[in-house]
């Protein structure tokens, strides 16, 4: 008790605060089990996690694709840190990735966040989104039937419901919508969640009345939180509404009650009447406006019932209306794009033959003709030019001189107050109606200053108002306040409106105009906040926005007015009148190029269509909207995304799969991916090309075709689909009906295909053709006969090869193609290496060179770089090695210049090359390699990059420092975190091995053996017993070759490696960990042990026939017997490895291996086994080899011995005197003191 006491009593403030927002939650969810609590918290609150499965399904069966399914698998492991990006253009923010699973769980910290991304869920934006960050761009060109595989993100729906739900209580204050279709307020206060509702008018909060009234509390209320975009416009000012279905309606209806006007832009009616809709009648407004059917006045109409209703299929967009989304791209613009993106060099450039895979790259050509380069110029003049796709084109109408002059004056008031007093509209009427003040610079001339234009207007005004024309006083009264808003006299503004409205008098044959003045009129008051002036007319101008279609925007602050009658709609449940009042905010900003402003109302637009069901052309046209939007936004995931969606909607025209096209062009570049790779036409555009061929091409289309199979086929050219890339040049060949010149280049690519597929037969049937035709212009000769040449090399048709270099060489001597003289010349020198000629071959590649360095690297840095590199190879494989780093080097340079990643990694690889085999140069070939990690981490090639980090972690180990072992530390780290995620098991085996050996150098003990630990581990996950028997091998010779700990050695080599080798009958390796275990164990002096060991190891020698193995366990059993006092057994063994010696002796070390062992064996017989006579004939052995091989060191004690033997035991005074004066003379060279003859000095006792 006294604990639970102690535990309430410490609660934190913190933990306080976490509780009283459960508290809330579970009010406001009304089921706390389904809250998901974690660590993360936003500002204090608990954050849930929300896990995105992602699972590859097909997507007519909605079957799982397993092979597919492990490839996204291996995907997610990889692209963790590349992910973050989408996962911002998604509003989301990354925790964790778990690829086992499949799961990549997010969260969100703000309501703006995940409203964003509840908005890119609803509009079907998520899978495509995550298709383009982890599919392989190969991916997109698969098939029809196998590219309808994609991914499908499955979200935790009550989970994403309730972070949203505490997103909200975090703001305080949020709405709800409950059962009596009530709009309640909710205030989250500290303990608990707090419901009021509003007694307020709404007409009140319209006219910006106070939002305070009376507040009734209902707790324990059944609470559901209306959708995000809902609760931004509701919590803009904030009102009780009651929500009852709501209706849109077109056509007539008839009045149910009596209503005399007071107004005279009124309609009084009787009971019965029949009134015609003019426009929409949306019920949630207070007002429409109508035409009495019997007397033809249009006025406002306050209160009806619909008689005739169609909301579910309502078109509540008119045609003209409809224009704001199909804004037609001009087609011949994506066409030149498509063109230039398609373009290879493939035609103009001759191909180097060495380096043939990088020949098709996707680059544009810097050298086309002058006209081909200025058609994008010419276009891009133009457009801005082009028809104005608006309802109202600026008309060509009527100008008009501004005069100061009396006399001329009169004239000109004449001629403009009669054109604007017209009663209706005319077309000419736009410009002075459109809010950005056209009228100013395109119907009125002669002023230099616009208070000219005003005192003009005033005196037409006075004219006007003399001559009695009301229209034309109304219309100058409405420009007068228009330029007194302009210079913000918002009260000379209001007057000037304020007549212009009474000038009217309630008539309603000019629309657009009484439309702009009531806009204008209301945008006053609201700016003036004069609320009593402003409940007159607001609604009514609300009703005027909404209701009468394709009005001309006339006013900034009439989105203020838009959004109030958005509200309603909003509060009324009426979907088209929502919908209605989205498009029209949507094109409001869109109109002001404010398109950040208009994004939220084109997503809630086209939400609203697919909730309504409309998918017909306008919610495809809707998409595109969207794809362009966020095309300004710059959302490369999310365009794309928007692309997908419209494909999947029906029909799809021409026109449809261009606008894609161009889309995915200009955006997919833009993908984190495409941006390392400098991939120009992207693989996400090949099923949009695909869909273009089935669309119908008109008489002046059929050219496109050809340009379509021309992207097709440079697409799988590209990622080496030759074949069907071979498929869509011969449809491309087949369709062109163009000028010989382009059918020859065709054939060209099309031999080159054939070149790349190693069909080289059918590459030179078709160049002997392209060479033998007479319509071949000689630039194009000279592509062929160099392609030719290439062929007929692999081929091995030599002499022909060079014939066709010598011809394509010549051919661009003539036509001054100095880029191409180049090529054929370092093609020539390939030729001379292939026949080996090189000097001729060197001179040839010096001419190259030369000829590169003259040009620009921006258009030939490829080509020269290859030649560069070609070069050095040269050199480096010959006597020239600093030559070929010289040349390595100046490759690395121009690659750098050119910034081409693939060249710079093809460079800094030979780079690394050199400096660690040819010149070995640590220092070097870390700066290299060091280089060489960052270019592929931006290529985004994790294999490479965890090589790279392996051999670097190498050359830091060989440096042998402390500082290098920790740097060496580092890297295997590094590495071993790339092996884990690219699931290399075996590599990562040996990288946590890696760092296990590197914590043993460090002595940081307590880590060794954890990092072994998990070594095995990992080599015994695979199941292979091999990598088991070399790891567990690799393991203890860390100890064995180390200095201290060397008996766990004896573990990894006798109970781990040693039973895997007898398993899977290596015997080799069986015979080399014998060979270990017994040094070992003889060093570690278990004699006994090692005997068995011994053994083993002689019987694996004689089995395997290895004789100097052999010879080894011989002497090692010697030893061990030796050891263990069995002196007969090791004479017996010592003497067997004598004889399996080569005779004669070849080398020093076996004539040193005959006196050691003689030697040995002479002390065996003259102090263990006591016999001084037979052991003298193995000290004259030894003595002769030590003589042969000149060892002075060996002749002393050899010499030293035989005299001890020869005095004290076979009493040879002679001999023992010889022996000891040569001890005496080698003693005297050697500095050694004295000889002691004595028997006790060596002999030992029994």
């Not at 949306?282 to 209160?303: A, D, N, P, S, Y």
């Not at 030019?385 to 608006?390: C, D, G």
């Not at 000109?412 to 003040?437: A, G, V």
């Not at 750098?896 to 070995?920: D, G, N, R, W």
């Amino acid at each position: 008790i006294n604990m639970q006491w102690v535990n309430l009593l410490c609660v934190s403030e913190a933990e306080k605060t976490i509780l009283n927002v459960d508290s809330m939650i579970e009010r406001f969810s009304g089921s706390p089990k389904l809250i998901h609590k974690t660590c993360s918290t936003v500002n204090g609150y608990p954050s849930p996690d929300i896990s995105l499965k992602l699972m590859m399904v097909r997507r007519k069966s909605g079957c799982p694709d397993y092979r597919l399914q492990r490839q996204l698998r291996g995907q997610l492991r990889l692209l963790e840190n590349d992910s973050r990006e989408v996962m911002a253009e998604l509003s989301a923010r990354l925790l964790s990735i778990h690829s086992d699973q499949d799961l990549i769980v997010v969260t969100f910290k703000t309501f703006e966040e995940i409203w964003k991304f509840l908005t890119y869920h609803s509009l079907g934006f998520i899978n495509h989104c995550m298709e383009n960050l982890f599919l392989d761009q190969s991916f997109w060109l698969y098939p029809q039937e196998e590219e309808e595989t994609g991914i499908e993100v499955y979200i935790n729906e009550k989970s994403l419901n309730l972070m949203y739900r505490s997103l909200l209580v975090q703001e305080g204050a949020f709405f709800v919508l409950c059962p009596d279709n009530l709009v309640r307020k909710i205030m989250a206060t500290d303990n608990e969640i707090n419901t009021y509702f509003e007694t307020r008018a709404l007409a009140e909060d319209a006219t910006g009345g106070s939002v305070d009234g009376d507040m009734t509390m209902l707790p324990n209320a059944s609470l559901e939180p209306l959708i995000p975009f809902h609760h931004v416009f509701v919590l803009l000012n904030y009102c009780k509404y009651y929500l009852f279905p709501y209706y849109t309606a077109m056509g007539s209806c008839l009045a149910v009650m009596n209503y005399e006007s007071i107004m005279s832009e009124e309609m009084s009616f009787q009971e019965g009447d029949k009134i015609e809709i003019l426009g929409y009648f949306i019920e949630c407004m207070e007002w429409f406006l109508g035409r009495h059917v019997f007397t033809g006045q249009i006025g406002f109409v306050k209160t009806i019932a619909p008689f005739f209703v169609r909301s579910q299929d309502l078109d509540f967009l008119e045609a003209e209306e409809l224009s704001f989304f199909s804004k037609e791209k001009d087609l011949e613009e994506v066409v030149h794009l498509l063109k230039q993106t398609s373009i290879t060099d493939v035609c103009s450039v001759y191909r180097i033959g060495k380096y043939e895979f990088y020949s098709f790259l996707l680059h544009k050509i810097r050298n086309l003709e002058a006209t081909q380069v200025e058609e994008p110029t010419t276009e891009g003049k133009n457009s801005p030019s082009s028809p104005n796709t608006e309802i109202f084109p600026p008309p060509e109408g009527p100008c008009f001189h501004v005069h100061q002059d009396d006399a001329q004056a009169s004239d000109i008031f004449e001629s403009l107050i009669l054109f604007l007093n017209r009663k209706e509209y005319d077309r000419n009427f736009k410009n002075l109606y459109d809010f950005s003040y056209p009228f100013i610079n395109s119907m009125f001339y002669g002023f230099s200053e616009e208070e000219e234009l005003v005192s003009f207007f005033r005196l037409a005004r006075e004219a006007a108002k003399k001559a009695g024309m009301s229209w034309a006083l109304a219309r100058l009264c409405f420009l007068l306040g228009r330029l007194s808003v302009k210079k913000m006299k918002f009260s000379q503004a209001r007057v000037y409106f304020e007549e212009a409205l009474g000038a009217v008098a309630g008539g309603f044959t000019d629309l657009y105009f009484v439309i702009a003045l009531y806009t204008n009129l209301t945008v006053i008051y609201l700016t003036q906040k004069n609320k009593e002036k402003c409940a007159h007319v607001f609604d009514k101008a609300t009703s005027l926005l909404m209701g009468i279609p394709n009005y001309i925007c006339s006013a900034d602050l009439e989105s203020d007015i838009l959004k109030y009658a958005l509200k309603r709609t909003i509060l009324s449940q009426d979907k088209h009148a929502e919908a209605r009042a989205c498009f029209l905010l949507a094109k409001h900003y869109s109109a002001r190029k404010q398109h950040e402003e208009a994004l939220p109302f084109l997503e809630r637009f086209q939400l609203l269509l697919n909730d309504l069901r409309l998918q017909n052309n306008l919610s495809k046209n809707c998409y595109f909207k969207l794809a362009e939007s966020y095309n300004e936004k710059c959302l490369p995931h999310i365009v794309l995304s928007c692309v997908k969606v419209t494909s999947s909607q029906s029909p799809n025209t021409l026109m449809d799969s261009m606008k894609r096209i161009d889309l995915v062009i200009r955006n997919a570049p833009k993908l984190y991916g495409l941006r390392k790779l400098r991939q120009i036409l992207p693989s996400q555009t090949a099923p949009y090309l695909i869909q273009a061929l089935s669309s119908v091409f008109t008489n002046k289309q059929q050219g496109l075709c050809s340009i379509i199979y021309l992207s097709l086929a440079k697409l799988y050219s590209h990622h080496k689909w030759y074949g069907k890339a071979i498929a869509y040049m011969m449809k491309a060949l087949n369709s062109v009906s163009a000028k010989p010149e382009e059918t020859i280049n065709y054939l060209v690519s099309l031999a080159w295909l054939y070149i790349l597929y190693k069909q080289h037969d059918v590459a030179l049937a078709i160049l002997n053709a392209i060479v033998d035709s007479s319509w071949s212009n000689p630039h194009q000769l000279g592509i062929a006969y160099n392609m030719l040449a290439i062929a007929l090399k692999r081929t091995n048709s030599t002499k022909e090869a060079a014939e066709s270099y010598y011809k394509a060489l010549r051919l661009s001597e003539e036509t001054d193609m100095t880029h191409n003289q180049a090529i054929a010349l370092a093609n020539f020198g390939g030729l001379c290496l292939h026949a080996a000629a090189s000097k001729l071959a060197e001179h040839y590649y010096i001419r190259a060179v030369k000829l590169f360095a003259k040009l620009p690297s921006v258009d030939c840095g490829q080509d020269f770089i290859q030649v560069l590199l070609q070069l050095g190879c040269y050199y480096v494989g010959g006597t020239q090695r600093e030559k070929g780093r010289f040349y390595y080097e100046w490759a690395f340079l121009v690659a750098m210049e050119t910034s081409h990643l693939e060249s710079q990694l093809q460079a800094i690889k030979l780079l690394c090359q050199f400096y660690s085999t040819v010149v070995p140069n640590e220092a070097q070939c870390v700066i290299y390699n060091e280089y060489q990690l960052s270019l592929a981490r931006k290529m985004s090639n994790k294999v490479l990059e965890g090589q790279i980090l392996e051999t670097i972690s190498q050359l830091y180990l060989s440096l042998g420092t402390e500082r290098a072992y920790r740097s060496a530390l580092e890297y295997t780290k590094r590495s071993l975190g790339i092996f884990i995620d690219l699931q290399k098991k075996e590599k990562e085996a040996y990288a946590w091995l890696r760092a296990g050996k590197i914590y043993y150098v460090l002595r940081q003990n307590e880590l060794v053996d954890l990092y072994i630990q998990v070594a095995q581990d990992a080599a015994l996950y695979t199941g292979d017993p091999n990598l088991g028997m070399e790891l567990f091998e690799a393991a203890g010779d860390i100890f064995f070759n180390g200095t201290w700990e060397k008996e766990k050695a004896v573990t990894f080599y006798r109970d781990r490696a040693l039973p895997l080798a007898i398993q899977t009958g290596n015997k080799t390796t069986e015979l080399r960990l014998c060979n270990k275990l017994v040094e070992l164990l003889v060093n570690l002096k278990a004699y006994e042990e090692s005997l068995e060991y011994a053994r083993a190891s002689l019987m694996l020698s004689v089995n395997l026939g290895n004789q100097l193995n052999e010879r080894i366990a011989y002497h090692r059993l010697a030893a061990i017997h030796h050891h263990l006092g069995h002196c007969e057994l090791a004479e017996h063994f010592y003497l067997k490895a004598l004889s399996l010696c080569s005779s004669p002796l070849e080398f020093e070390e076996e004539t040193l291996y005959y006196v050691k062992v003689y030697l040995i064996l002479g002390d065996i017989i003259f102090y263990d086994l006591k016999d001084p006579f037979d052991a003298a004939g193995y000290y004259h052995l030894a003595l002769a080899a030590a003589m042969d091989l000149g060892n002075k060191k060996a002749q002393l004690k050899i010499y030293t011995r035989l005299a001890i033997i020869y005095h004290n035991f076979l009493v040879d005074r002679e001999m023992s005197l010889f022996f000891y004066q040569k001890a005496r003379t080698f003693a005297t060279e050697l500095n050694v003191r004295r000889i002691n003859l004595a028997p006790d000095h060596c002999y030992k006792s029994s």
